[in-house]
């Protein structure tokens, strides 16, 4: 059976400001129940909202940093539904005027290619409270409003997405770009950043292409759950397909939940019935224009976005367009390589380690480069013996994983253990004399004319040295003797 | 207590009700009565009319601490307090929020809702020394043009107590006519003080949608509503205007800034210069003649005060009440969604599970009329309705706004009854809900374009029916209003 | 134009649900009504004006305020305890 899998994302991201969007109620993670609620946020009668500032402006930073364009003017609306933890019976939200609309990001595809994510819109709006179902034996359930009022980013991808890794790296990318520009810290655990997934397949048989219904997957509180929830829900179609052979136009969308202890997603709601929101603009808000001048000036602030970086490192530094999205998977991986490679002549052999030995040894390990012993100065200065010639490239390999364990400086290790470079043409010289006269052979290969010989005898001078031999100098005195 | 005392406070009493805030604040500042007197003569009228059997019912509550209020007052004022209305007695309609004290909107639903926090106006009137006396009667959440539908049972018209006193402000306006109170806060969201005003032969002003903060009102039709007031004289009008709008309130993103805090006494003005419009659709052969002949002698005034007058044709007037009873309901319905039971207000007992207790707690809580503009308004936003109706509506109101912005640049004022009849009998529409919303025809336009408003008291029927004539202007321009008003009150009044 | 249907589902929106004759009563007083608002069709809608509109810089500028105190929010709640509302259980897996 072949089949192609379609995912789009919506993502909720609570927006770091001081006060909440609507009231002047502290902007803060949990607290005493009902600590941190007014008039405004509780929807008591009488009561209006007036907006944030700070939420208009965090709003335009992520649409930039996201390449949408920002609306000239833009507008709130009412979304009507009936929930306890929605005060007002109804949310303030954007329904056809969004601040934000087409941007897109680019992701590692799960075959090795740049997967481009479309994002058709951004809007703000307001979260709602938290539901409470105390274990108390009565059927009641607890209502605490501090979550109400604070300012989120709903933001909406096309359903450009082919593998469930690929939906969890989308996420982690926007994470990273909203933490880079400093509108949210997008922490899932706290739920300042939320993920709902639609997910279904294009079968392909008998030459004809079927779409499989879509199925809206909630709950899904990490990285790891984006992942193993969506890889359930795709076994789980492709054996629902096999068996009924259920298509879109029929069935339609369902809501189904992911339940992370089960590792199983279970259906929440059949057949979406058509909820009826009665959107209408906000008559309590006046709409926001906003101008080019301020749209320019929070542009200054997008500073070193992933794909500015990756733009930067494949037009300057000559690296790879795969190694340019590798460095820049998590900002702190950049701003390492960066730090790392201020100054130096040749960037791209700088990316060449971190990307083969610092990846190697962070996976191996399972940590992030921000945890890691060697801090970017430190890294630095290995690569500096390496150019000084004090140590070869493989041996700078073993310093680095013996700089990562021990936290010890690079020359510190390579005095230790007595790993400087031979330097000294008559040490290397002498080495060179005794590889000769015990490899006959290979000496008169290399007379002949069969130039690999030569390998294989260098080879041998760095095993007489311990891999210590200066290899240009070890080299040059070879070529010289076999004349 | 003997009984020539009690003979001379009634007499006193008698010669305080008549008196206007302004006439008060004058004798108070002479030291020529004293705030606890006031209060002491409104609590003795209510108390009388209490005792009445049909009492105007304008009062939901007259507050048991009014008299300690004016005490206070009266304290300030021997230590050299000077606010503008220290002592000063006002009603307030119970839809204005004053903190510590019930708001219920005329509603079941909000039974033993005591106020968190006061309006911005409140905040105000209180800083300028104001003495609350009660909770003014209304329709339920201000939906109704005749005061009948309150959970207090109806107001009745002072003029004639088989009449309704209009609504929905109506407890507003019954109080000041009947001289329970003498100036009185109402809120008009589509005519629901001018209504009341013209029912019951007082000065009413609904100003420009943004001259008052709505912050504390609760929200009936956002897009409309706007805190009124009802008074006895032009001048009354005036004072609590400059205290009430000063400034732009930063908790309401719809209030403007108007400097009508900064406007001096009013000034009789001659109306030469002044072009004032007459729309024909409002003046047409719907409208009750006594009423129509009200008005002409009204016209004739001001065409012997100096002013042109014409008539000229807006023919979208006539969709206005159309317009009205969507956009309003429509609003209203979101509004009143936040009634559930959940966090406050009254919640409907031996509800079995939430869908329930928010169906028992709305069914039980509110009533007839609030429910069908829930409806109406849940109607006109509905998905595949909302297009045809409440957007169409959006897009005619627009419209409305272009004509009206071309009127007002060729006329200073629009002049029109303030109600196409006198005032209606207890009982007559109540049971014709759109016969009912007819009776706004010529005051929802003000709400629709967001433009000032008065109605004053222009003549009496032949059976001594108040007949209120309804001055309109552009946004903003109240002063232009009330100056008109008040060359015509000084000719008229007494 | 108001069939049964269309009234279950605008009390179902509106959260109310009325007595049988309530029912009927209203659903002939609103046909009554929507046929009124049918004079709208003599209008031409015109759009509606974005140009009453603010700018960020006018907003509010975000500092945060103290919270209403308990004693406050109890006072109002129907049924508060350990410093929350309660309500009759809600039934629905999907919470957040
Ligand atoms: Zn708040």
């Keep these: 059976m072949k089949y192609e899998v379609v995912i789009g994302c919506e993502v909720h991201v609570q927006l770091q400001t001081r006060s909440k969007a609507f009231c002047r109620c502290p902007n803060t993670f949990g607290g005493e ?143 990273e770009i909203l933490r880079a520009v400093g509108v949210s810290d997008c922490n899932m655990e706290e739920g300042s950043l939320r993920c709902d997934a639609n997910i279904n397949l294009w079968v392909y048989e008998d030459g004809k292409k079927y779409a499989t219904p879509i199925a809206e997957i909630k709950n899904m509180n990490s990285f790891r759950s984006i992942r193993n929830a969506l890889e359930y829900e795709v076994k789980r179609q492709v054996r629902e397909w096999e068996q009924s052979r259920l298509l879109l136009e029929v069935a339609g969308k369902t809501t189904r939940g992911y339940l992370e202890a089960k590792g199983i997603t279970v259906l929440q709601r059949a057949k979406e019935e058509a909820s009826d929101y009665r959107y209408f603009p906000e008559p309590d808000l006046k709409p926001i224009s906003i101008s080019r001048e301020m749209i320019d000036a929070l542009k200054a602030r997008v500073g070193a976005l992933p794909a500015e970086r990756r733009r930067r490192y494949i037009g300057e530094y000559g690296i790879t367009e795969q190694d340019a999205l590798n460095l820049t998977s998590s900002a702190a991986m950049a701003d390492f390589f960066e730090a790392a490679a201020a100054g130096h002549p040749e960037p791209k052999r700088i990316s060449n380690f971190i990307l083969a030995e610092v990846k190697k040894y962070l996976n191996q390990r399972s940590i992030g480069v921000d945890e890691l012993a060697v801090d970017a100065r430190a890294f630095r200065r290995l690569i500096d013996l390496v150019d000084a010639g004090k140590i070869s490239g493989k041996i700078a390999k073993e310093v680095f994983v013996d700089m990562a364990d021990t936290g010890k400086d690079a020359l510190a290790i390579i005095e230790e253990k007595g790993l400087i470079q031979i330097d000294n043409s008559d040490a290397i010289a002498q080495a060179v004399d005794e590889v000769i006269v015990e490899n006959p052979d290979s000496a008169a290969d290399y007379k002949n004319g069969k130039e690999k010989a030569i390998g294989f005898l260098m080879g041998q001078v760095m095993k007489k040295t311990k891999g210590k031999a200066n290899p240009a100098m070890a080299i040059q005195l070879l070529r010289a003797k076999l004349k | 207590m003997s009984f020539p005392v009690f003979w001379i406070s009634m007499m006193n009493d008698r010669r305080l009700n ?221 004072l609590v205007l400059s205290v009430a709008a000063a400034g732009v309130d930063p908790r309401d993103q719809t209030s403007e800034k108007t400097g009508f805090e900064n406007a001096g006494p009013l000034r009789a003005r001659s109306l030469s210069g002044l072009t004032i419009g007459i729309p024909g659709q409002l003046v047409s052969e719907a409208v009750d003649p006594q009423v129509l002949q009200v008005f002409d002698e009204f016209r004739r005034w001001l065409e012997s005060a100096g002013a042109k007058t014409r008539v000229i044709s807006i023919p979208v007037l006539d969709a206005c009440v159309a317009m009205y009873y969507i956009i309003a309901p429509a609003e209203a319905s979101s509004n009143l969604s936040r009634f559930d039971g959940v966090k406050y207000g009254r919640r409907a007992a031996g509800a079995e599970n939430l869908d329930a207790m928010y169906e028992k707690t709305r069914e039980e809580g509110f009533g007839p009329e609030v429910k069908r503009r829930i409806l109406i308004g849940n109607y006109v936003l509905s998905s595949g309705y909302y297009d045809a109706y409440y957007k169409k509506a959006q897009g005619v109101r627009a419209l409305l706004q272009q004509r009206m912005d071309a009127v007002f640049e060729e006329v200073d004022l629009l002049a029109s009854p303030t109600s196409p009849t006198p005032p209606f009998r207890l009982g007559e529409k109540v049971d014709d809900p759109l016969a009912m919303y007819l009776t706004d025809i010529c005051t929802t336009p003000a709400n629709l374009t967001k433009s000032p408003a008065l109605s004053l008291p222009g003549g009496r029927t032949s059976d001594g029916l108040p007949v209120g004539v309804q001055l309109t202007g552009r946004r903003f321009c109240e002063m232009t209003l009330l100056e008109t008003a008040y060359s015509w009150e000084r000719e008229h009044a007494g | 134009m108001i069939d049964k249907q269309t009234m279950r589902n605008l009390q179902k929106l509106s959260r109310l649900k009325l007595e049988p004759d309530e029912e009927q009563s209203l659903a002939s007083q609103l046909e009554n009504i929507l046929s009124y608002f049918e004079v709208l069709g003599g209008y031409d809608a015109v759009d509606t004006d974005l140009k009453a509109s603010v700018t960020p810089e006018d907003l509010r500028r975000d500092d945060s305020a103290p919270a209403f105190n308990r004693e406050v929010l109890e006072s109002l709640a129907v049924e508060f305890q350990d410093g929350h509302f309660v309500v009759p259980r809600i039934l629905d897996i999907d919470d957040e």
Excluded at chain 2, 195 to 204: D, K, Q, T
């Design chain 1, 33 to 175: 129940p009902n600590s941190r609620v007014c008039p405004v946020c509780m929807g008591l009668p009488g009561s209006l909202p007036v907006t944030n500032s700070a939420m208009i402006e965090a709003a335009i930073l992520a649409g930039l940093a996201l390449d949408c364009d920002i609306a000239g003017v833009t507008k709130f609306d009412r979304k009507h539904y009936v929930y306890p933890d929605l005060p007002k019976g109804y949310q303030i939200s954007q329904f056809d005027m969004p601040i934000c609309t087409g941007g897109h990001i680019d992701i590692p595809a799960s075959d090795g290619s740049l997967r481009r994510v479309r994002i058709i819109r951004v809007h703000m709006e307001e979260d709602a409270g938290k539901n409470i179902h105390p274990d108390d034996g009565r059927s009641v359930s607890y209502l605490d409003y501090n979550r109400c009022g604070t300012p989120l980013l709903e933001i909406v991808s096309e359903p450009d997405l082919r593998a469930p890794q690929e939906a969890s790296a989308y996420v982690q990318a926007i994470r």
């Design chain 2, 18 to 238: 008549g008196l206007t805030l302004s006439e008060m604040r004058r004798a108070l500042q002479a030291g020529e009565v004293s705030s606890v007197e006031l209060v002491e003569a409104f609590r003795n009228a209510w108390e009388e009319d209490s005792s009445n059997e049909k009492p105007v019912n304008g009062y939901v509550e007259f507050f048991a601490d009014a008299a300690q209020q004016a005490r206070k007052a009266d304290e300030a004022r021997a230590a050299g307090g000077h606010g503008k209305l220290l002592g000063l007695p006002i009603a307030v309609k119970d839809n204005i929020q004053i903190a510590g004290r019930l708001t219920t909107c005329a509603s079941n639903i909000l039974q033993g809702y005591r106020a968190p926090y006061s309006a911005t106006v409140i905040e105000r009137l209180e800083a300028a020394g104001a003495v609350f006396l009660g909770r003014a009667n209304m329709d339920e959440f201000a939906m109704g043009s005749s005061c009948e539908y309150s959970c207090y049972g109806a107001v009745r018209n002072p003029h004639d107590r088989d009449r309704t006193a209009g609504g929905s402000s109506g407890g507003s306006a019954a109080l000041v006519a009947a001289k329970q109170a003498p100036f009185a806060l109402g809120s008009d969201t589509g005519g629901s003080v001018r209504l009341p005003a013209s029912f019951c032969g007082v000065y009413g002003l609904k100003p420009s949608y943004g001259t008052l903060s709505r912050y504390g009102l609760v929200a009936f039709g956002s897009s409309l509503d706007q805190i009124g007031f009802l008074a006895r004289s032009v001048e009354d009008l005036q």
